[in-house]
């Protein structure tokens, strides 16, 4: 049973850090995307990839987001610096067609 | 605007009892409408999507495009129906998804 895999599950940083989330989605998938859920704001669509170029970052923070697709297998979000209201839980998910398939998300802490 | 409304934030049922979970949508053209469903301590997935016409775990959702609404329905919700739901809208099948605000349903036993 194929499934989208993220690293690492839980992180915890101070304010300023660089933080890397890492996504494999399933193979095949065309379709990568990041979401960011939060209390307030729910689920937000941050970046989406299809083969591997960026189609829409509309919804990042260009000055310390940065989301890439190096290979089909690997997706990466990357903040730089880090400020204590990314504090989150971050979604992958990879698609083939209508269906999403999500990752078990990594949740943030930035202190 | 493309958007997804769902205007229920928390929504508490007791068991046996029937549940609606509404959400409504602007979208200019023929969107394709799913349901997605987070348990606790579990990933988001696909309950339904109005393409499949099917019932998922006793669910149905209704397309009602003079309302622009596709609401959630069970006419007895059960302990395990205890989750977070979310209505998402996409104009194709490659397009990206746009999800709702998401309600927090509660079954009470």
């Known amino acids: 049973d194929a499934r989208v895999t993220q690293t690492p599950r839980h992180k915890v940083t101070e304010m300023g850090q660089e933080v890397t989330m890492r996504c494999q989605p399933i193979?095949?998938?065309?379709?990568v995307f990041w979401y960011r859920q939060t209390m307030m704001q729910g689920l937000e669509l941050l970046a989406y990839?299809?083969?591997?170029?960026?189609?829409?970052d509309s919804g990042m923070p260009k000055d310390r987001f940065s989301a890439e697709m190096p290979d089909a297998t690997l997706a990466t979000l990357k903040i730089q610096p880090s400020e204590p209201r990314d504090s989150a839980v971050y979604f992958c998910?990879?698609?083939?067609?209508?269906?999403?398939?999500f990752g078990p998300g990594t949740r943030l802490t930035v202190t | 605007a493309q958007r997804v409304t769902q205007p229920e934030k928390l929504l508490s049922v007791f068991k046996g009892a029937p549940v609606e979970l509404k959400c409504n949508y602007s979208?200019?053209?023929?969107?394709?409408l799913f349901w997605y469903v987070q348990y606790s301590r579990q990933r988001l997935q696909l309950l339904l999507r109005?393409?499949s016409r099917e019932s998922i775990k006793g669910f149905t959702a209704d397309l009602n495009k003079g309302e622009t609404s596709f609401h959630l329905k069970k006419p007895f919700a059960q302990e395990e129906d205890s989750a977070m739901y979310y209505c998402?809208?996409?104009?194709?099948?490659?397009?990206?998804?746009?999800f709702g605000p998401g309600t927090s349903l509660s079954v009470i036993p």
């Open positions: 193979l095949g998938h065309n379709t």
């Open positions: 998402a809208l996409s104009g194709t099948s490659y397009d990206k998804v746009i």
């Open positions: 979208y200019s053209g023929s969107p394709e």
């Open positions: 109005h393409i």
């Open positions: 998910a990879s698609g083939q067609g209508y269906e999403q398939y």
């Open positions: 990839f299809r083969n591997r170029a960026p189609l829409d």
